[in-house]
């Protein structure tokens, strides 16, 4: 019997039905459920006190009930402790894949014909099935040989192969309707252009300054309006007469009618005549309505101009490319998120947190193989910020897939540490001379701070670990006395700090020692292995103790928004 601290997801018997599932495997899982009176269901307590188990259970008698018909009334309570089988527990998590896939697809595939955006297909994607095939895959296939679990193993493979069909079919059906990546590239080119010199922005500031109520208000960007809008228009091959109308709309949705606040802001001399207008507030209002419009066509006017003299660009092949802040979602993205529709090589790799309103979201990194014009769009596109793009090496004539190593040093300029390099290792893997040579610096560095803790002082050694001043380095035979304090240590409380892990990276051939920033989620005594969340809120990997050197924490940097993803090691 297996336990869960999170329970298992909620099904529903048409969803499954919808999906191609079929729900006789499932039907088949019974729990021991019980409920006073027509409220909700528990698990009966098997011991009483709050500390224990639900208050609600206490003194109930369960009986079997099919878990499909009851796990929408179970208790919130009781939920995470639902026990059942393992390979009962694999074939229900499998099935909530296949519905979540089957409702995303089922959602893109009733949407209305029509022209797509490379922002929509970036969203699209990075919620695809594809994401979950391996995982899926990996949990499921050990079970079909199962005499009780493989036939329910055998159909959910079946009914997730043909999600992922169907999620194949919609991604490229999107691509397709999409604008075309050389249109896209030379429209934003032709922004870049524009905006280079800075007068487009400085003017638009200006228009904003007669207008703004409050000096802790935000100026409309109405240089970001245009360029939004003409470019919406543009990339989906519209002419410049309707890139020029977009413009205009967008910019009377925010200024059309508005007050002016501040007269002395606009330019002078003045483009209206007065003598028409019976008061001077009148007169500034309709010059500012005027020099808007003015404005308007202007931009567009040299946003022409500059798609019509952009170079044509016919060169072939392709290049490696690491894009970070992926995916490409955020409103900073719109005239990037194009790349989404090239070829991902290798994982997906944490790059720390972005901003959102109230804290952080993971960011990510991804390597892709792209034509060498959106290449340099790119890299031109984000010259001021030179860590979104990095250039890798161009692909050989004729290679369909580029070399492995070219891909994994890419993804290692984004986050040292990749899942790939302890799986390389082997099982029984020990620590490397470096590893152990760095553990005995760190080990002969605090001996006088090892030594005044009394005991096992569990409390005191955590202290001093999330603050820096003590660091938890692993035996070099595990397990051993690292082992047993670690094991002891309230690790659930350690997710509330970020700390420090240093960690070999690398193939063994040529590892490199680094310091990644994160929470600890686990520990297990057995072997070893650490569970860690990088900084971000990235999801947890299984990092081994034969690659760690030490684990402890940073005085300064104690908070997700102060620790960068990770740092060099400086022992």
Not at 441 to 465: K, S
Not at 544 to 566: F, S, W
Request: aromatic share 6%.
């Amino acid at each position: 019997m297996v336990r869960r601290d999170r329970g298992l997801p909620v099904l529903r018997e048409r969803e499954l039905l919808a999906a191609g599932v079929n729900v006789g495997p499932l039907r088949r899982i019974t729990v021991v459920l019980a409920r006073a009176g027509g409220g909700k269901w528990h698990v009966p307590a098997r011991s009483a006190g709050w500390r224990s188990h639900c208050r609600y259970a206490q003194h109930l008698t369960g009986s079997p009930l099919a878990l499909l018909d009851v796990c929408e009334h179970v208790c919130r309570h009781c939920a995470p402790v639902v026990r059942v089988e393992p390979g009962e527990e694999v074939l229900w998590r499998a099935a909530a894949d296949v519905v979540a896939a089957d409702r995303r697809v089922r959602t893109l595939e009733e949407q209305e014909a029509g022209p797509r955006s490379w922002e929509g297909y970036a969203r699209v994607l990075w919620e695809a099935a594809r994401h979950r095939d391996a995982e899926v895959r990996r949990t499921l296939e050990p079970w079909t040989a199962d005499p009780s679990a493989g036939a329910g193993a055998q159909q959910l493979l079946t009914a997730w192969s043909g999600v992922l069909e169907r999620s194949e079919t919609v991604l490229a059906g999107w691509r397709a309707a999409a604008p075309a990546a050389r249109e896209v590239t030379s429209v934003s080119g032709a922004c870049d252009a524009v905006a280079a010199g800075g007068d487009v922005q400085r003017t638009g500031q200006e228009l904003a300054a007669a207008v703004l109520s409050s000096r802790w208000g935000q100026p409309f960007d109405v240089w970001a309006a245009v360029r939004r809008a003409w470019s919406g228009v543009r990339d989906q091959g519209g002419e410049a007469t309707a890139a020029r109308a977009a413009a205009m709309r967008a910019v009377e949705a925010a200024w059309g009618g508005l007050r002016v606040r501040d007269v002395t802001a606009l330019p002078e001399p003045a483009l209206v005549a007065g003598a028409r207008f019976a008061s001077p507030a009148q007169w500034a209002d309709a010059e500012f309505q005027h020099r808007w419009q003015q404005y308007v066509v202007d931009c567009c006017d040299r946003l022409e101009e500059a798609l019509g003299a952009a170079p044509a660009d016919g060169s072939d092949g392709r290049q490696l490319l690491l894009v970070s802040g992926w995916p490409l979602t955020s409103k900073r993205d719109t005239e990037l998120a194009y790349l989404a529709q090239y070829e991902q090589h290798g994982p997906t790799v944490p790059f720390g947190g972005r901003p959102t309103g109230y804290g952080v979201e993971p960011d990510h990194a991804v390597v892709l193989a792209v034509p060498r014009f959106a290449v340099r769009h790119a890299a031109d596109h984000t010259r001021d910020d030179r860590q979104r793009i990095v250039l890798g090496p161009e692909l050989a004539a004729g290679s369909t897939e580029p070399d492995e190593r070219d891909v994994l040093a890419l993804l290692r300029s984004a986050y040292p540490y990749l899942p790939a390099d302890a799986e390389g290792d082997g099982p029984g893997a020990r620590p490397t001379a470096m590893v152990t040579t760095a553990r005995a610096v760190r080990r002969a560095a605090q001996l006088g701070r090892r030594a005044a803790y009394r005991g096992p002082n569990t409390v005191e050694v955590y202290n001093d670990l999330v603050v820096g001043k003590y660091s938890w380095v692993p035996d070099d035979e595990h397990p051993g006395p690292a082992a047993a304090e670690m094991e002891n240590l309230p690790v659930h409380w350690l997710t509330d700090w970020t700390l420090c892990l240093d960690v070999e990276c690398g193939m063994r051939d040529e590892t490199v020692l680094h310091r990644l920033f994160g929470t600890v989620t686990s520990y297990e005594p057995g072997t070893g292995r650490v569970g860690f969340s990088p900084t971000g809120g990235h999801p947890a990997s299984s990092v081994p103790v034969h690659r760690i050197v030490a684990l402890t924490g940073d005085r300064r940097r104690r908070g997700h928004r102060q620790a960068p993803a990770h740092e060099p090691y400086e022992g």
